[in-house]
């Protein structure tokens, strides 16, 4: 399956091609033997679930069924279009199910992959962790500020082991960037520029599609569930490239792309939360059945740097990371030292230097050890106990700044931010915004804020 933009949304190999305060662990790279070329007793067999399967739920599963000690024993979906292939496949170990609740109850269950909209996570990550079970939880963790702090405290309170799905994070281009940062030969860094872009303008997904009525299989109350209800579009539930389309269901474009990208500089840099989010954009060119923003700009500030994210659906210039005319999807990153400027996006980086500064400098050895792969890691912090690279101790370092950007879009004014107390300062309005009041009977677990 491609799409629009002709990428495939279905293979995260393919993908990655195309295109603080009560931490819980720092991130933790392993080598992968402790999974391959082992015979495993039952005892030893992670059984593993799947809620939400659609390309990336299946994706992420299949990629972690390629393992001989991880077992299929559990699959949910709304949608019996999507839910029954997966069973049929694990025909024999897996049984489905139609609603995350029912399907947290089994007992041969030890871990789940996490992969419905946005608008889920919160409330099905609390509820896995109450229920015990691990948990690989797609991107964006959340897309309220309420709902990113209570992951992170329900994953500590129960000891859960969680990897947030920021699969480029696994990448070798990312490690080299992180040790050519780290050894100083830029020098010290004032700004960091991160961007995404892409052209659906004007068009956007196009028009007229709502209908009152949903697929046959589909129980359409629950998909929407938490959120506000709205008509069936076919357009919303293709796959995850349309939900950024919707603001109810993913909080657009910055929480559905950024976290891939703003990732690699808070990861170097070892950034912890911003002390102020300002935002400005808007939907000003798209007109179709979506309702997100076309057009986002963010300015991070931390205590010695400040860092800036560019979200464009409407234009497809990519700066350095051109490379034709074409319209096609594009993102970049650059960090601004004083020697030098380093430019890099998900394949290859380039050190641009202040004229002589850098002569002499040396490549840093590498440091960082390969990852077996994103899902792979997960499965052996599940065995050893260990947190894994992208736990949310450590994500919502990522997470927090992609929420207060959005809410800062909402509101038209600067959020400021107090990292020691992780509360906003002086806004009462956004702070009564940060957690999210959602369509009933649903609530946010209040016990994990």
């Known amino acids: ?53 659609g390309g990336l739920g299946k994706a992420s599963l299949f990629e972690c069924a390629s393992q001989p000690n991880v ?32 399907m947290l109850l089994q007992k041969d269950l030890d871990a789940v992959i996490i992969a419905t909209p946005a608008h889920w996570h919160a409330i099905i990550a609390i509820a896995a962790c109450k229920a015990g079970k691990d948990i690989y939880l797609q991107k ?25 799905g920021t699969q480029i994070h696994a990448s070798e281009n990312y490690r080299r960037v992180v040790e050519l940062i780290r050894s100083g030969n830029l020098g010290d860094i004032g700004t960091v520029r991160t961007f995404f872009v892409m052209n659906e303008g004007p068009k956007g997904i196009g028009s007229g599609n709502n209908t009152p009525n949903a697929p046959k299989g589909m129980d359409w109350d629950m998909w929407v569930g938490p959120a506000r209800m709205q008509p069936f579009n076919p357009n919303l539930v293709k796959d995850a490239f349309y939900h950024c389309f ?9 929480p559905g792309m950024a976290p891939h990208i703003i990732d690699l500089p808070i990861w170097a840099l070892d950034l912890g939360y911003p002390t102020e989010v300002s935002a400005s954009g808007g939907r000003f060119i798209i007109k179709d059945d979506g309702d997100a923003y076309d057009n986002h700009e963010v300015i991070m500030r931390y205590p010695k740097l400040t860092m800036t994210w560019m979200q464009s659906s409407t234009n ?79 994500h919502v370092r990522v997470d927090v700044p992609l929420v207060l950007s959005t809410l800062s879009l909402k509101l038209g004014r600067s959020i400021r931010f107090d990292p020691e107390k992780e509360m906003i300062i002086g806004d009462k309005e956004a702070s009564a915004l940060a957690i999210p009041e959602y369509r009933a009977p649903w609530k946010l677990d209040k016990d994990y804020l």
């Not at 491609?2 to 931490?23: C, E, M, N, P, V």
């Not at 979906?77 to 995350?100: A, S």
């Not at 490549?363 to 990852?371: D, E, M």
Request: hydrophobic share 35%; proline share 6%.
């Open 246 to 254: 919707w603001m109810d269901f993913s909080g657009g474009w910055t």
């Open 1 to 53: 399956m491609k799409s629009k933009t002709g990428h495939s949304i279905l293979s995260r190999r393919q993908f990655i091609k195309a295109t603080g305060t009560a931490a819980i662990a720092a991130p933790i790279i392993m080598q992968s033997s402790i999974l391959n070329g082992q015979n495993y007793a039952p005892s030893d067999r992670i059984n593993l679930g799947v809620i939400g399967c």
């Open 316 to 394: 497809s210039y990519g700066f350095d990371f051109l490379r034709g005319q074409e319209s096609r999807r594009r993102l970049g990153i650059y960090f601004h030292g004083v020697n030098g400027t380093l430019h890099t996006d998900y394949d290859n980086h380039v050190i641009l230097p202040e004229g002589d500064r850098m002569i002499g400098m040396e490549t840093p050895p590498k440091s960082i050890a390969p990852s077996p792969g994103h899902e792979l890691e997960w499965l052996q912090c599940i065995k050893t106990r260990q947190q894994p690279s992208c736990n949310p101790g450590y």
């Open 140 to 164: 964006p963790m959340t897309m309220h500020l309420g709902e990113s702090l209570a992951v992170r405290n329900a994953v500590k309170k129960h000891n859960i082991i969680c990897q947030v």
């Open 71 to 102: 077992v299929v024993t559990a699959a949910c979906d709304v949608w019996k279009e999507r839910l029954d292939p997966v069973v049929e496949k694990f025909k024999g170990t897996c049984k489905g199910y139609t609603d995350f609740r029912e």
